[in-house]
């Protein structure tokens, strides 16, 4: 893990930070040890929101890119090798030339075959292995243009997604299963949990009958790409964690494909705790539609909520299963 790693290169005195500058150390996930850096000199740069809050409660200045000049810059390596290479990018010009660039990952993130690109650049990074990962460092030079983030990319069907986003290729299998397998009725006020680039959200907006729709949604570039792919007013965006966010107003229906990893690990925790915070949004006459892998086992925490469980749809992949009659205390008005 990256706090080991960290701890014993630095202990070792092979890895030596400068005696100034800030360290912005980019896109580490909440739970991650970084209490062997300055803590007064770090910033965690992140764009996922529970990571960021995370963070921010244990005390660090959190930003979504970097806000001034660092000495150093820690890349915790995501498993998406687009989004891996931006990353870096855009740390090797925040340090600038000479400046010292760290770079952390797991074997199952790429950090291999990080290694191999670098080297390919003419670099020889010092390499601590430990824990399954690696910890590179050396002296940041510019990386190759097309490193750099592309920006927003068209998909099929006129959306745009960006790199590292969930199905940043083109519109998601057991999202179409869902969106396909909806009523057409499914009330005025609606609610995308984890809404991503917004495919769900645009084939729920096309139902004239829909007055409003909250996207929340943690990943703050697949956010920036709905707006994109939005251009609805009844369409808002919350940049925010599923499991806490509250509307102000109790609501007619959930639409939701749950996350079902936590980083690198399966986690059907996080589709129950979506799950659960479903059921506090809605009224008595509320509904849930969720998509599910098949082997996902969400029926019992459907069960714990709503009095009413079907499956609605489904192939030997996935299964769309409905919610209804909830039954967890609900505080707010009904519009
Ligand atoms: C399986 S994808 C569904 C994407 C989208 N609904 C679609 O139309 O395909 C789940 C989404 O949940 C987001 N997510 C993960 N954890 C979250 C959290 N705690 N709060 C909000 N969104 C989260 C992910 O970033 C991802 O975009």
Redesign the pocket.
């Known amino acids: 893990m990256l706090s080991e790693r960290l701890s014993l290169a630095l202990a070792g005195g092979d890895l030596t930070l400068p005696d100034g500058g800030m360290i912005a150390v980019f896109g580490p996930r909440a739970g991650t040890d970084l209490s062997s850096l300055p803590t007064e000199r770090v910033t965690v740069i992140t764009g996922f929101?529970?990571d960021h809050d995370a963070f921010a409660a244990a005390g660090y200045p959190c930003a979504r890119a970097p806000q001034e000049s660092c000495a150093v810059a820690l890349v915790c390596l995501p498993r998406a090798k687009a989004q891996g290479r931006a990353l870096l990018a855009q740390a090797a010009d925040l340090v600038g030339t000479g400046g010292l660039l760290i770079v952390d990952g797991q074997k199952t993130d790429g950090i291999e075959s990080m290694l191999r690109d670098l080297r390919a650049q003419g670099l020889s990074p010092m390499v601590l292995s430990k824990a399954h990962g690696k910890m590179l460092w050396f002296a940041a030079q510019p990386v190759p243009a097309d490193w750099h983030a592309r920006g927003p990319q068209p998909v099929e069907g006129g959306f745009v997604t960006a790199e590292g986003?969930?199905?940043a290729d083109g519109?998601?299998p057991?999202?179409r299963l869902l969106a396909n397998s909806l009523p057409e009725k499914l009330g005025a006020h609606l609610v995308?949990?984890?809404?991503?680039?917004?495919?769900?959200?645009a084939r729920i907006l096309a139902r004239d009958t829909v007055r409003t729709l909250d996207l929340?949604?943690?990943?703050h570039v697949?956010l920036d790409c709905a707006r994109a792919n939005l251009a609805d007013p009844r369409a808002r965006f919350h940049w925010?964690?599923?499991?806490t966010w509250r509307p102000d107003n109790l609501v007619d229906a959930v639409v939701?494909?749950?996350?079902f990893h936590t980083g690198r690990a399966a986690d059907p925790d996080?589709g129950r705790a979506f799950i659960a915070a479903a059921a506090a949004m809605l009224t008595a006459q509320g509904r849930l539609w969720l998509v599910a892998n098949r082997h996902l086992p969400y029926e019992t925490a459907l069960a714990q909520h709503f009095a009413e469980v079907s499956e609605l749809a489904g192939d030997n992949r996935f299964k769309i299963l409905a919610a209804a009659r909830p039954t967890a205390p609900r505080s707010r008005q009904r519009r």
Do not use: H, Q, R
């Open positions: 929101k529970p986003v969930f199905s519109i998601d057991a999202s995308d949990l984890g809404a991503g680039w917004g495919y769900l959200a929340v949604e943690a990943d697949a925010a964690d599923a499991t939701m494909n749950p996350p996080l």
